[in-house]
């Protein structure tokens, strides 16, 4: 088991071979009146094809501006200040506007929480559909609305809605049609940002099923960020946990949730209910998270943790380590646990 340095080549990976998307020690920072909050910090993960990563965290952990980072819609006052986001062989952060109108929606799209921000309320949802694919591939009106068609039906949204607005949608459907966008073009993969939040636990179920149903059906990956772990942990093949804009812990999801290594994500796992588990006593984590203007010394975690090494976890910063062959997780118990601090 080896202590993994940010800078290492050997990351938390998914599996082997060449994943589809490859982030390396990615830095992000919100240039504020205050000072500069370091929202992402030196994170590094991979997502292999047709795999479900699932991030997760308290609000304002980073798992969200990763996700506006990879799709490379950040704006001021958030810049990416380090690392390496590729796309199989192609570097995301090195292309012009031109070279990532194209990759997006063809390679990469992105489902956002808010289906009424993201869907435009003055065009039908037929016509978003249409010129998503207008916009990329050269095909004529009639055949991008045939297209559309079966866009909706694949999405469980009935053809004669076609021509209807997005006011004129319930929520699940709006949320639905603004998946059948992301599915327009046939990416590889999905980004998305707390897709089922906005809606009620029924139709959030449905929605996740469909999702699940639809990776199977066309083969992409989903990089998936909530604030609900037992959502991740039904719905992921692994999950990484955020804290304080760093990696906490990443791993096989049945292996994060039976053996969870990082005293964060035990807290984390124990505030939420689980979907098909037994019932437990929920507890919420005591303390907030940190303000990244000035983060904690040592590990950012301390303050808030009820099981810190007194004289080490205030001083020393901890890596990730490998507990298992693709379990990681940055606390020191784990090698204290070992006896060789
Ligand atoms: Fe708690 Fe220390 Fe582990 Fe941080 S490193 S989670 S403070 S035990």
């Not at 050269?138 to 609305?145: F, G, H, I, Q, T």
């Not at 707390?194 to 699940?212: G, S, Y």
């Not at 942990?233 to 949730?257: C, K, N």
């Not at 090698?335 to 601090?341: A, F, H, I, Y």
Request: aromatic share 6%; charged share 20%.
């Amino acid at each position: 088991m080896s202590a993994i340095s940010p800078s290492a080549a050997k990351t938390p990976e998914s599996t082997s071979g060449q994943p589809l998307l490859s982030v390396r020690n990615l830095e992000v920072e919100y240039r504020t009146k205050r000072g500069r909050v370091k929202a992402v910090d030196h994170v590094s993960f991979d997502i292999s094809t047709n795999e479900v990563l699932g991030l997760a965290g308290e609000s304002g952990c980073g798992k969200s501006t990763i996700a506006h980072a990879v799709t490379r819609i950040l704006k001021p006052p958030a810049y990416i200040t380090g690392g390496q986001i590729m796309f199989k062989s192609t570097d995301i952060l090195g292309m012009s506007d031109d070279e990532l109108r194209a990759f997006r929606w063809e390679h990469l799209s992105i489902v956002f929480q808010s289906a009424m921000n993201a869907l435009n309320p003055v065009l039908s949802v037929g016509a978003q559909i249409i010129d998503a694919i207008q916009a990329h591939m050269p095909v004529s009106k009639d055949e991008a609305r045939a297209r559309a068609l079966e866009l909706l039906d694949v999405v469980g949204i009935h053809s004669n809605r076609v021509d209807s607005y997005p006011h004129q949608l319930s929520g699940g459907m709006r949320q639905r049609a603004v998946i059948a966008i992301a599915l327009a073009l046939n990416p590889e993969m999905i980004i998305m940002d707390e897709p089922t939040t906005a809606l009620d636990v029924v139709v959030q179920k449905q929605i996740i099923q469909e999702i699940r149903q639809l990776k199977d059906k066309f083969g992409f990956s989903i990089l998936f960020i909530t604030h609900d772990l037992s959502l991740l942990v039904e719905f992921s093949d692994r999950i990484g946990i955020m804290y304080a804009g760093e990696l906490a812990e990443i791993g096989p999801s049945r292996e994060i949730f039976d053996n969870p290594q990082h005293p964060y994500t035990v807290r984390l796992m124990n505030s939420f209910p689980t979907i098909s588990g037994p019932r437990i006593e929920l507890k919420g984590i005591p303390g907030s998270p940190p303000d990244l203007v000035t983060p904690p010394s040592g590990c950012r975690f301390h303050p808030r943790c009820d099981v810190a090494i007194a004289g080490r976890c205030q001083e020393e910063h901890p890596e990730l380590q490998q507990t298992s062959p693709r379990h990681f997780a940055a606390c020191h118990l784990i090698d204290e646990r070992k006896g060789n601090s």
